[in-house]
């Protein structure tokens, strides 16, 4: 139990590719009273990030033989947390591109705010352009979040962030093993989350662009852009009885991970 929450198991799992440079920074801005363990998935980097990770305190490193891409290293590690038992989970980014600072916050968005899930939202931090997020990322993020929240209902205005926290009972119930592996896979997650009736909610962080931390071009960003349209048509489809999206359909509980 963590120092801070003592009644809840906290974790914060890192994605972590080829983040040698950064790692360390990652895990030392941890306010560690708050967290009881950082898993660190390694997803077989070609640099020396698991090495340098192994040394790190209270970090349990999983080094994947071979590249799961970002969303198949999160399935694991959701799955490591869930097995070992934890109440909330916090994912951050080994690039450090998410100030690790703001994992209080985000704790009590779940714990004293009453959501299941929550997003660290880069758009209500006001800080876009000063932390470098490039203006075509800004305005692309801006009109995705219009448009998720006329379908989703909500009001959220940074959907394609990469700082969440997520209760226990968010990772039991969707099946996201189910989901992509790419980069799309948070944006199927955060789809589930709304189709499974969890509260979701945003706090603000700061933006933080430099060149460790993104691999995501213009080209991406398109292919990104154009996928989460479709995500949100799937999800209507889904909803009106249209089409059948197997994401978006309860887990099996035959069925392992869902
Ligand atoms: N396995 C794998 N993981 C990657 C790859 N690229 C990025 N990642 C992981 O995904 C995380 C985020 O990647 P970024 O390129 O920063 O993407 P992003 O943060 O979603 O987007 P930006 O807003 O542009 O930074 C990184 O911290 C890595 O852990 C890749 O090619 N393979
Ligand atoms: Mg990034």
Known sequence: MSAKVPDKKIAVVIIAYNAAKTIEAAWREIPKEWVDL??????????????????LPGALVIRHEKNQHMGGNQMILYDKALEMGFDIVVLLHGD????????????????EGGADAVLGSRIAGHQTREGGMPRYK?????????VQNRAYRLNLSDYATGYKAYS???????PYRRNRRDFLFDEQVNTQIVKFGFRLTQVPIPTR?????????????????FFTLWTVCQY????????????????????AGG
């Open 236 to 255: 209507l489809l889904h909803n009106w009885g249209l089409k059948k999206f197997t994401y978006l359909e309860p887990r099996d509980e035959k069925r």
């Open 138 to 146: 800004e305005i692309s993020n801006k009109v995705l979040a219009f």
């Open 168 to 174: 226990r009972k968010v990772l039991e119930t969707i």
């Open 38 to 55: 950082i898993i660190i998935g390694d997803d077989c980097s070609q640099d020396n990030t698991a090495e340098l990770a192994r040394r």
């Open 96 to 111: 450090n591109q998410f100030d690790p600072g703001k994992v209080p916050e985000m704790v009590r968005a779940l714990t």
């Open 209 to 225: 662009y430099f060149p460790e931390a993104t691999t995501v071009n213009f080209w991406t960003s398109l292919h990104y852009g």
